[in-house]
């Protein structure tokens, strides 16, 4: 549910009516979000079914990556808004993929022609 791409997504799913399960990595996870995405990430949590708060305090590259994996045990099938570059830092989209893909999940990976990240 962090600002950008995850959270498009979300209300994706949601909007066609799927459900909506939350992995928070940190008790401070949503400080680090913008601000401005404080009231879209407040609004999708209310509107998950099911919120699973990990133990981390600090919103940190570990915490993250520690969620994505947590993520990962639940699910079927990953799919990854990713530009196929390698991550910025431990936990980014590459290391979430490669772990998928570890476990031989099936990986959809959605990165429109001409798209472009920040």
Known sequence: ???????????????????????????????????????????LLGRAVRAQRLDFVESTSESHMTASARMLDDADVLFAVWDGQPARGYGGTADVVAEARRREMSVRVIWPEGARRD
């Open 1 to 43: 549910m962090a600002d950008g791409a995850d959270q498009v997504f979300a209300r994706g799913v949601l909007d066609l009516g799927g459900v909506l399960e939350a992995v928070i990595p940190a008790t401070e996870y949503r400080d680090g979000l913008p601000g401005e995405c404080h009231a879209a990430y407040d609004e």
